[in-house]
C-alpha cells in the first residue's frame, strides 16, 4: 500500500488582531517532506504516528509537509494558498496512492476563505477519487462543516480537553484507515448537530464522566469505530461554528445516525455547566494571597494565546502589583519589543521598561517600571505532553518582587517546564500566573496547591451570547435557549 500523510493546521480566532503569514508557520513548526522530527506537534501527530504502523503493517509512507502555527487571527491569503498547493502538489507527484492521511486543526479562517480545510479536503478528494481513503484528525476546537464532511470518509477527533491525547487519536485514525483499506471495515460517519457552542474542560465533570462514556462505548461494542466531540471554537465567527457529535460505526448508518443523535442530545441537555468557575482579577489575587499552601496558580484563561489572543494583558500584573503580591512569577507576557530591549542590556542589567498590552482593547494598560533583567533565553521552550513548544527567545525580568517573562513567540502556559527554561523554580513561588484556558491543567495541576480560574478583561470573545458576530448562527444556545424545540414547533410538530 501507498499513504501520503501531511499537516496544515492553525486555530483562526477572528477576533484577534494579529494575522498569521507564512513565517508564523515556520516560527511555530514547520517540516518539509520526510524531516518531521520524531517528537510530534499537536496537529502533526499522524505523520509521526504513521511511520510507527508503517513499519509495523509494512506499507510505503509518503510525507508530505507538516506546518502548524500557534492561534491567532486570520491566515493571510498567501500562506494558505502557498501550503496548501504546496501539499497537493506533493499529493499529486505521489498519485497513485491508496488513501490519504491529514493532521488539521479544523479552527482555519484565511483571507478569502471561511473553511480553508473544507477547501484542502475538497482539492484532494477531486484529485484522488471517490474510491480513495481520505481521513484526518481534528482538534476538537474546531469546526464541522458540510464541505469537510462530504469529502472526507471519516475524522477522529481529540478527546481530552486539555488535548493529552492527541498521539492515542492519531493510533485510532491510523488503526480505522488500515482496517479499512485490508477489509476489516467498512467506516461511516454520522454527525448530529447539537446546536449549541460552550466551553467543554474534559478535567471536571460533567465533561469527565462524558467522555469516559464515549470511550467505554467504543471499547464494548465494536461497531463503533470512533466517537468524538467537536466542541468548537466560539472565537472563530464562521457560518457552521457550534458543537457536533461524530460516530463512526462498520458500515451502520442508522446506528451511528442514533448514537450521534442521542449522545449530541446528551451533551445538550447539560449546557451551561461545563465551563470552569471563573472569579474576577481582584477576587483571584485576593484569594491567591490568602492561601496558606504554595504554589497558587491563577488561571488568566480569557489572555490565552491558545485561542488566538495576543498574550500580552497586563491586567492581573497590575493586580498583584496593586496588593502588594511578591514571591510572584508570571509566564508570560508577549513582547517582542521589550525583551529586545531586555536582550540588548544583557543580564543584570537595572533598566527603565515598558511591558505589554499593546495588541488591543481590553488588555489593560502597559505596565512602566524599573526592572532587572534575570534570565536571557535566546531559544526557550516549555513541553506539552510528548511535543516541545517554542516560546522564545525570552527574558525573565523582576519587577517590585514579581518575575515575568517576557517572550517573542506566542505561547500558551503548557508546562512548569515554562518556568524553569527561564531560571525560575516554581515549586518555590508562592503564586504563578498562567495564560492558558484549560491545557495547563495535566501539567501543573501536579505542582500546585489550588487552581484559581481568572476572567481578567475582554481579550477574547468568551460570551457567545454577548459577542458581535457577523456570520455565525444567531439559532444556537445560549443566543437561544432552545433551539431544539423551535425547530419542533417550527414544524409544527407535538
Not at 488500515?178 to 461511516?188: A, M, S, W
Amino acid at each position: 500500500m501507498r499513504i501520503f500523510t501531511a499537516a496544515l493546521a492553525t486555530e483562526s480566532n477572528t477576533f484577534s488582531p494579529i494575522c498569521i503569514d507564512r513565517s508564523a508557520f515556520i516560527a511555530s513548526f514547520y517540516a518539509s517532506p520526510g524531516t518531521h522530527p520524531d517528537t510530534p506537534t499537536l496537529c502533526t501527530a499522524p505523520v509521526t504516528v504513521g511511520r510507527l504502523f508503517a513499519r509495523e503493517r509494512n506499507f510505503e509512507l509518503i510525507e508530505g509537509t507538516a506546518a502548524w502555527a500557534d492561534p491567532a487571527g486570520l491566515v493571510n491569503r498567501q500562506a494558505y494558498e502557498g501550503l496548501r498547493d504546496e501539499i497537493l502538489g506533493q499529493l499529486r507527484a505521489a498519485l497513485p496512492v491508496d488513501a490519504v492521511v491529514l493532521g488539521l486543526h479544523g479552527a482555519m479562517v484565511a483571507a478569502g476563505y471561511q473553511d480553508p480545510e473544507g477547501d484542502l479536503l475538497t482539492r484532494i478528494r477531486e484529485m484522488v477519487g471517490p474510491d480513495v481513503l481520505v481521513c484526518a484528525e481534528l482538534d476538537p476546537h474546531s469546526h464541522l462543516t458540510a464541505k469537510r464532511v462530504a469529502a472526507a470518509d471519516f475524522f477522529v477527533a481529540f478527546k481530552e480537553f486539555p488535548h493529552t491525547d492527541f498521539v492515542e487519536r492519531a493510533g485510532d485514525l491510523w488503526r480505522i484507515a488500515l482496517d479499512t483499506l485490508e477489509g476489516r471495515v467498512k467506516p461511516v460517519m454520522s454527525v448530529f448537530d447539537c446546536r449549541m457552542i460552550d466551553v467543554f474542560p474534559t478535567s471536571r465533570d460533567p465533561m469527565r464522566g462524558f467522555v469516559d462514556r464515549l470511550i467505554s462505548l467504543e471499547k464494548a461494542d465494536p461497531e463503533i469505530l470512533s466517537l468524538s466531540v467537536i466542541h468548537g471554537f466560539m472565537a472563530g465567527d464562521v457560518p457552521e461554528m457550534g458543537t457536533k457529535m461524530i460516530a463512526v460505526t462498520d458500515g451502520n448508518m442508522q446506528k451511528g445516525e442514533r448514537l450521534a443523535r442521542e449522545l449530541g442530545m446528551a451533551l445538550f441537555e447539560k449546557r451551561g455547566t461545563f465551563r470552569m468557575p471563573e472569579i474576577d482579577e481582584t477576587q483571584a489575587v485576593r484569594q491567591a494571597l490568602l492561601s496558606k499552601n504554595h504554589p497558587v496558580v491563577i488561571a488568566d484563561m480569557w489572555d490565552n494565546p491558545g485561542g488566538g489572543t495576543a498574550g500580552d494583558a497586563t491586567v492581573v500584573l497590575a493586580e498583584l502589583l496593586r496588593q502588594g503580591a511578591t514571591n510572584t512569577a508570571v509566564g508570560t507576557i508577549w513582547d517582542p519589543v521589550a525583551v529586545s530591549i531586555a536582550m540588548a542590556a544583557g543580564e543584570g542589567a537595572e533598566i527603565p521598561l515598558r511591558i505589554g498590552a499593546k495588541s488591543a482593547p481590553g488588555t489593560g494598560a502597559p505596565i512602566d517600571g524599573t526592572v532587572r533583567v534575570e534570565r536571557i533565553n535566546p531559544h526557550a521552550e516549555m513541553r506539552f505532553g510528548d511535543s516541545i513548544v517554542p516560546f522564545g527567545p525570552a527574558v525573565t525580568v523582576r519587577l517590585a518582587g514579581i518575575e515575568i517573562i517576557l517572550n517573542t513567540v506566542r505561547a500558551q502556559s503548557y508546562d512548569p517546564s515554562l518556568f524553569t527554561a527561564m531560571g525560575i523554580d516554581p515549586l518555590e513561588k508562592d503564586i504563578l500566573v498562567i495564560k492558558s484556558t484549560n491545557h495547563f491543567h495535566a501539567a501543573f495541576s501536579r505542582i500546585s496547591s489550588e487552581i484559581i480560574y481568572c476572567a481578567a478583561g475582554t481579550p477574547y470573545p468568551n460570551n457567545p451570547a454577548l459577542t458581535a458576530y457577523k456570520y455565525a448562527p444567531r439559532d444556537i444556545w445560549p443566543m437561544v435557549d432552545d433551539p431544539h424545540e423551535l425547530d419542533v414547533a417550527e414544524r409544527g410538530v407535538g
